[in-house]
């Protein structure tokens, strides 16, 4: 009996799609969307028919499009740019000029995705939200959604609870639900999803994975950046809405939920939303103890020297939007009861780091010299970014006569142990998307409930008055955020 081969079973060639990127020039589509899409043509996994039609306002014309595109993934790519597959990939790249808001103008795009009904069709909305609204009624008018459309939004999905759920029914009239993909890009991660297999597919962890177990974690998103060249964005949204929301309460999604029954989208949706909604609400009075905000000043990042945020162009001179955020979160749930959930993010951070970090209880009991608190507990840190590794510290004899104790790293390293090709996010997160597979993507009930906890935590600073704190760039915030974690006994993992 022959036994198919693991590509048979998971064939690696998407199938024929049409893509629609609306904001097809703009700065999400060139640094990341066109490189992500040409690394899946380079590797030989599009069919031969799929084509990318650039949508923007701009009068370009297509060879104008394709050289665009190509100084895009020359950069962005560097030494991974394969000059020899370019022109396979520039064939397949289309540009339409479309002002979103007119009619008349969806008229060209029926016309060039006409003949192609049957084929899987994926248009990706990176655009302003407030331009969501025409798209989708100009395509449902144009009659450019066939039942093998797709629609992928992307982030922020409104500014609250209140817009994200006008947005939501817009999109509705038009799609149904097991059309729409809502993009977080972090669940795309490579690390994010051996999360999953850590928890799922280890009998090991999980018995450990709950309170009387588990002392604390953190979730730290940092980022040396600025804000570059997205102030007007930035400006109006800061990093509650612009990272806290979305990606950072993902990630804390997928470490606290309970174990889902399959691996199935609705599965593991229904789960995270539960953690969503266990959510202790962060009201006025928790928000003044329970978070800390800030705004970076001018600095030094490594030997840089860099302005801050308020000298960046396009951000307001009395701007009170914060760069920094750290909280403090609690599940009311019997898994999760009292063990704190320490999040953090910022722009101008010292470092460019991604990790979640859950520090296990101490001993009860030390036989050997000390106290247990003079140990240092297990701690598991999972690196999403710069690199991907998960590393468990536990305690071993340090080598002698005496019994002396000493911590050490288990360490895997996900380059160095699987030398496969890795996907980066958005390699992944659109081929799962033109595949049909909705588990990695926000369902609306998600997005709701992040933003119910996130609208009181912004009410609450709206009323306050005070403003974010300042920090030097190229510091860890500020101090009243070592302070929030400091007055539980813990500390920010690699901050001294
Ligand atoms: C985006 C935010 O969603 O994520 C940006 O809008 C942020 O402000 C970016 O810089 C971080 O993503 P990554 O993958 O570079 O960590």
Redesign the pocket.
């Known amino acids: 009996m022959s036994v198919p081969s693991a590509s048979a079973l998971h064939p690696r060639v998407l199938p024929d799609f049409d893509l629609v990127l609306f904001g097809g020039t703009g700065d999400l589509a060139m640094r990341k969307l066109l490189p992500a899409l040409f690394n899946r043509h380079r590797h030989g996994e599009m069919a031969a028919g799929a084509r990318v039609i650039g949508v923007a306002r701009g009068a370009l014309t297509r060879d104008e499009y394709t050289a665009l595109a190509e100084a895009s993934c020359r950069t962005r790519l560097g030494d991974e740019f394969d000059a020899e597959q370019w022109p396979g990939f520039a064939a397949r790249l289309h540009y339409l000029r479309v002002d979103a808001t007119a009619r008349a103008d969806y008229a060209a795009l029926s016309a060039l995705l006409g003949g192609r009904e049957s084929v899987v069709r994926l248009f990706f909305l990176s655009t302003a939200p407030d331009l969501f609204t025409s798209i989708c009624c100009e395509l449902a008018h144009a009659g450019a959604v066939t039942p093998a459309s797709r629609i992928v939004l992307e ?2 999905l409104g500014t609250d609870a209140a817009s994200a759920n006008k947005i939501n029914e817009t999109v509705a009239s038009a799609f149904r639900e097991h059309q729409i993909y809502r993009i ?3 669940l795309g ?1 490579e690390t994010v999803q051996n999360l999953l297999a850590l928890r799922f597919g280890n009998a090991l962890f999980e018995p450990l994975w709950r309170r009387g177990q588990v002392s604390h974690v953190q979730i730290t ?1 940092a ?1 040396q ?1 600025g ?1 570059g060249s ?1 102030a007007d ?2 400006d109006d ?1 800061g ?1 509650l809405r ?2 806290v929301q ?2 950072l309460l993902q990630l804390l999604c997928i470490l606290a939920m309970e174990p889902p029954a399959s691996s199935a989208a609705d599965a593991v949706r229904d789960e995270k939303l539960k953690v969503l909604r266990a959510l202790r609400p962060i009201g006025d009075a928790e928000a003044v103890v329970n978070t800390v905000r800030g705004q970076y000043r001018a600095g030094v990042i490594g030997t840089t020297p860099v302005g801050g945020y308020l000298d960046e162009e396009g951000v307001a001179p009395d701007s009170a939007t914060e760069t920094f955020v750290a909280l403090k979160a609690q599940i009311e749930t019997w898994r999760w009861a009292g063990v704190p959930f320490y999040l953090r993010t910022g ?1 101008r951070l010292p470092e ?1 780091v ?1 990790e979640i970090v859950i520090t296990f209880e101490e001993v009860p009991h030390s036989i050997f010299d000390g106290t247990p608190s003079s140990q240092p507990p297990n701690r598991l840190v999972i690196r ?2 710069p690199d991907e590794n998960i590393t468990l510290r536990i305690l071993a004899k340090s080598p002698g006569e005496a019994m002396r104790l000493k911590a050490v790293d288990l360490s895997l390293d996900f380059a160095e142990s699987f030398k496969a090709r890795r996907f980066d ?1 958005y390699e992944r997160l659109l081929g799962d998307a033109i595949q049909g597979n909705l588990t990695l993507f926000m369902r609306r009930d998600e997005v709701d409930a992040a933003w119910r906890w996130i609208d009181p935590i912004r009410a609450a600073w709206d009323a306050d008055g005070d403003g974010p704190r300042p920090y030097t760039a190229g510091t860890w915030g500020p101090s009243a955020a070592s302070a929030l974690i400091a007055r539980d006994g813990f500390s920010w993992h690699g901050e001294l």
Do not use: G, I, S
């Open positions: 982030k922020p977080d890009h972090y991660k998103v980022e950046l804000v997205r964005f930035y949204t990093a612009d990272m979305n990606h722009k460019q991604a999403l970014q996010a």
